[in-house]
């Protein structure tokens, strides 16, 4: 079967810096995503990596380690904005089907 | 360009009554996917269609059927409504393999059944 872990909630202070871990096991993987989910919304994509290393878009990171089945989100700078629940997801297969983890509720305080 | 749209917005169902949710997208996307996601949990693919002509189950796709009426279009039935199936439903589409695997997501349909 394919699972993934992520922890349910992380809380972090505004100008802080925050990672978010994901474990997973899948037959076939193609890559790990991450979204963002804002209370009511629907979800964004932050970032997706097929190959092992870090790629970074401003604010957000993310690391991929294959050998591992692992991977984290890294988020720079707070802001209260980034109050949201993040979302690590896997694709197996070219066909773009997504299994995603339960989800990381993060809460950014002042 | 709106994206992806969904409708309805919000629907409430009886046990045993059908509906079907519509999804659309103008993006030009060859792939697009049906999921729920209960209170407090991730995202689970119902069905998927990779490209027009084409469909296949998720995870959970019990009690739904799909269409794809042309590439810009999919459906979601729910024959026979059960309380179990409460949930938000999102739509998402792709551009397809060698893009950017970025899925987009409509705004979702917020269905209780009573």
């Known amino acids: 079967g394919q699972s993934l872990e992520q922890p349910s909630e992380v809380t972090a202070v505004e100008g802080a810096i925050v990672q978010i871990n994901c474990t997973y096991q899948t037959s076939g993987f193609y890559g790990l995503s991450w979204y963002q989910q804002h209370d009511g919304g629907a979800p964004t994509f932050l970032s997706y990596?097929?190959?092992?290393g870090l790629e970074e878009t401003g604010r957000f990171s993310s690391f991929l380690s294959r050998s591992d089945s692992y991977g984290y989100l890294l988020l720079q700078e707070l802001q209260m904005k980034d109050s949201a629940s993040y979302f690590c997801a896997v694709s197996s297969g070219n066909t773009g089907k997504l299994i995603f983890g339960q989800g990381t509720t993060l809460q950014v305080k002042p | 360009n709106a994206g992806v749209t969904q409708t309805p917005k919000f629907q409430v169902l009886k046990t045993g009554q059908s509906m079907t949710l519509q999804c659309a997208q103008d993006m030009n996307h060859n792939s697009m996917y049906w999921y729920r996601q209960d209170p407090g949990m991730g995202l689970r693919l119902i069905y998927y269609?990779?490209?027009?002509?084409?469909?296949d189950k998720g995870e959970v796709p019990n009690g739904y059927n799909v269409s794809r009426l042309n590439k810009r279009e999919f459906s979601l039935r729910l024959e026979s409504a059960a309380p179990s199936q409460t949930s938000v439903y999102f739509c998402a589409s792709w551009l397809g393999h060698g893009a950017s695997y970025e899925q987009y997501f409509g705004p979702g349909t917020r269905l209780t059944v009573t």
């Open positions: 269609s990779a490209s027009e002509g084409t469909t």
């Open positions: 990596n097929a190959l092992d």
